[in-house]
C-alpha cells in the first residue's frame, strides 16, 4: 500500500495487492486444488458399482437427465474451478478412448489425490508423490496384463462377448433386461466388425431413440432407422429397390439475393408468375426423376404446393433430414450429398432395397408416431438400435447404457484378453504394488505404498454402495487372494444370470470368484483407467501457484 498525491495535493491511497491477494502458492495451492478434485470425485463415488445411485441434473433450460454415467454426470454439471475441470475431462477423455470405466477413473484419482493429502502433511515433496505414483501406475499396468486372460469367441461362440456387455450394463438402467440388450449389442457390433482384422467400425452404427413402448422393444435394425415420415400422407408408404437422391438445396424457386420490390398491377402478370414458378418447379422435379431417383431426400424444407406437385409427379419426398441423418443415409446407402439439383446425374444416387413408412403406437390424441426404416441398403454393414422406452429421460439413459455396452464389446474384438471386475483385478495390483514398495529404498516408497491403498478404494466404494461394511470385505479380499493364491477374488454384488441381489446374509463376507460369477471388465479399459488417472494427479500435484487472469502483479 503506498500514498500519493495528485496534482492538487490531495492524498488518495494505492492498494497494490489488492486483486492479486486472491493467488495462492506452494502447499496451499496443491491443497486447495486437491480439495477442489476430490470434492467432484465424491460426487461420483456413490455412483460406482451395480448397486451405486443415479444423479438427476436439471439444467439451465430445465431439461431433466437421470443418469449414473460418470461422464455424462460431470459433462452436464456446470463447473468452473480449473482443476476440477480437468477431472471432467479426464472422465470424458476415457469416454472417447474406451467408452466404459468413465465412473471408475474419477473415484481412482480422488483416492489418489486423497493419499497424496496425507503424504504430504507428512512431510513429503508433492514432486516425490507424483514420481512415486507414476512408477506404481506402471507396475499396476504390467501386473495387469500379467493376470489378464484371454478370452477366445467366434460368431458360434459368443458367450465371452455376452457376459462382458452384461457386466456393463449391470451397473445400468437396462439392468433388468440385459440379456436382450447385451444380445443387441454384441449382434449390432459383429455386424460391423472384421473379426480377422479386429477392426470395428462403430459410424456405422446409429442409435435413434423413440418415446413410447417399453424398454422391451427396443431392437436392432439391419439398415437405418430415421424419425422422419413421407411429406405427404399419401404418398406411398413402402417403396421397393428404392433409388435415392439427396439434396441439400431447397425446393424451391431461387430467391433473388438482393431486397427487391416486385410490383404486380394485373391479373395476368400474377398468372405469368404463377406460371413461372410452376415451371420452374417441374423443371426441377423433371431432372431429378431423369436420374433415375424414386424417393428424395431433402435437408430442407417445401412448401405445401411443392408438397403437392411432388405428389402428382409421383416422387414421394422426406424433408428437412438433419445433417448428422444425411451423412448416415449417404454411407449406408451409396448416395453422394448433392448440393444442386443440376448436378444431379444417376452416378449420385443410393440404393436401398426396402424404404417403409412404419406406425409406432396408437397415439390418437396426436398424429401417429411414424418412422421411416431403409433396409438392405447397398452398405450390408450398416445397423440402427431403435431404442423404446416409456419417456425421454429413459431413452436417453439407455442410449448411453447401450452405447457402453457396444465400446465394450468393440474393446474386446479389438483386443480379446480380460480382467475380472467386483474389486479383483485393483486388490490383485494393490497386492503386487505393496509387494514392489518393499524393494525399493527410500521416500519414493511411502508413495508407491499409498498408490496400493488408493486402488483398495473402488472394491470399499463398491462395498459401501451396496449397503455392506467396506472394511470387512477388502480385509476378506485381500485375504482369501493371498491365502488362496486366486487373483480373481472379488465382491460378488450381483449375479450376471439373476436380477436381484444376491446377498447371502448366513455369511461373514461377499467374496466370490468373478470369474465364475461373470464379471469381465476388459484390460485395455482397466489400464487406461490407471494410466488416466495417475497421469491427471501427476499433473495436479506439480501445480504450485494459482495465477489467473489480471491478477498476476
Ligand atoms: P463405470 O462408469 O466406471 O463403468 P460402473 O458404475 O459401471 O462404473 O461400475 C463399474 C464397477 O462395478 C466395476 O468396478 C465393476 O467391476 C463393478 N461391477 C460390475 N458388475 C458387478 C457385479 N456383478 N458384482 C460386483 N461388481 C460389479
Request: a negative charge; proline letters at 3%.
Amino acid at each position: 500500500m503506498s500514498m500519493v498525491y495528485d496534482e492538487y495535493g490531495r492524498p488518495f491511497v494505492i492498494l497494490k495487492e489488492q486483486q492479486a491477494k486472491n493467488r495462492v502458492k506452494g502447499v496451499d495451492a496443491t491443497k486447495a486444488n486437491i480439495l477442489a478434485a476430490r470434492s467432484i470425485s465424491n460426487i461420483l463415488r456413490t455412483s460406482l458399482g451395480p448397486k451405486g445411485m443415479d444423479k438427476l441434473l436439471v439444467s439451465p433450460d430445465g431439461d431433466v437427465t437421470i443418469t449414473n454415467d460418470g461422464a455424462t454426470i460431470l459433462s452436464q454439471m456446470e463447473i468452473h474451478q480449473p482443476v476440477a475441470k480437468l477431472l471432467v475431462e479426464l472422465s470424458s477423455s476415457q469416454d472417447d478412448e474406451i467408452g466404459d470405466g468413465t465412473t471408475g477413473v474419477v473415484v481412482m484419482a480422488g483416492a489418489l489425490l486423497e493419499q497424496a493429502e496425507i503424504l504430504m502433511s507428512k512431510g513429503i515433496h508433492p514432486v516425490r508423490i507424483a514420481r512415486g505414483f507414476e512408477a506404481a501406475s506402471q507396475v499396476a499396468i504390467d501386473h495387469l496384463a500379467k493376470i489378464s486372460e484371454k478370452v477366445e469367441f467366434s460368431k458360434d461362440n459368443l458367450q465371452p462377448l455376452l457376459t462382458t456387455a452384461k457386466t456393463t450394463l449391470s451397473s445400468k438402467i437396462l439392468q433388468p433386461h440385459k440379456e436382450k440388450m447385451a444380445g443387441i449389442a454384441v449382434q449390432a457390433i459383429l455386424d460391423v466388425a472384421d473379426i480377422e482384422r479386429h477392426d470395428v467400425n462403430f459410424d456405422m452404427i446409429r442409435m435413434e431413440g423413440k418415446t413410447g413402448g417399453s424398454l422391451e422393444d427396443t431392437c436392432l435394425v439391419n439398415g437405418l432407422v430415421l424419425d422422419k415420415e413421407f411429406s405427404h400422407p399419401q404418398m406411398p408408404t413402402m417403396i421397393k429397390d428404392a433409388k435415392l437422391c439427396i439434396l441439400t438445396c431447397p425446393l424451391e424457386p431461387p430467391k433473388p439475393k438482393t431486397k427487391h420490390k416486385l410490383q404486380i398491377d394485373s391479373a395476368e402478370a400474377y398468372e405469368e408468375l404463377y406460371n413461372q414458378e410452376q415451371k420452374y418447379f417441374r423443371d426441377m422435379i423433371q431432372k431429378i426423376k431423369d436420374s433415375g431417383a424414386n424417393l428424395v431426400i431433402c435437408q430442407w424444407g417445401f412448401d405445401d404446393e411443392a408438397n403437392h406437385l411432388l405428389l402428382q409427379q409421383e416422387l414421394p419426398a422426406v424433408r428437412w433430414v438433419g445433417g448428422v441423418e444425411i451423412e448416415h443415409i449417404a454411407i449406408a446407402t451409396g448416395a453422394r450429398i448433392v448440393a444442386r439439383v443440376e448436378e444431379l446425374t444417376p452416378d449420385k444416387l443410393g440404393t436401398a432395397g426396402k424404404v417403409e413408412q412404419i406406425s409406432m403406437g396408437t397415439n390418437s390424441s396426436r398424429q401417429q408416431d411414424r418412422i421411416l426404416v431403409l433396409e438392405d441398403c447397398a452398405n450390408k454393414k450398416a445397423v440402427t438400435v431403435l431404442v423404446r422406452g416409456g419417456n425421454k429421460m429413459i431413452v436417453d439413459e439407455a442410449k448411453r447404457s447401450l452405447h457402453d455396452a457396444m465400446c465394450v464389446v468393440r474393446n474386446l474384438v479389438k483386443d480379446n484378453r480380460v480382467v475380472y471386475g467386483g474389486g479383483s483385478a485393483e486388490v490383485s495390483c494393490s497386492l503386487a504394488i505393496r509387494k514392489h514398495a518393499d524393494t525399493i529404498t527410500g521416500v519414493d516408497q511411502y508413495a508407491i505404498r499409498a498408490f496400493a491403498d488408493a486402488l483398495d478404494d473402488i472394491p470399499l466404494a463398491l462395498a459401501e454402495n451396496a449397503g455392506l461394511s467396506p472394511i470387512n470385505e477388502v480385509t476378506a479380499i485381500k485375504s482369501r487372494q493371498v491365502k488362496e493364491g486366486i487373483h480373481t477374488i472379488g465382491l460378488g454384488l450381483l449375479s450376471l444370470n439373476e436380477t436381484e441381489f444376491t446377498i447371502d446374509s448366513t455369511k461373514g463376507d461377499h467374496t466370490m470368484d468373478m470369474k465364475e460369477l461373470g464379471v469381465f471388465e476388459t484390460l485395455i479399459g482397466k489400464q487406461q483407467q490407471m494410466q488416466l488417472a495417475a497421469q491427471v494427479v501427476k499433473m495436479i500435484l506439480k501445480i504450485d501457484d494459482v495465477i489467473s487472469e489480471g491478477q498476476y502483479r
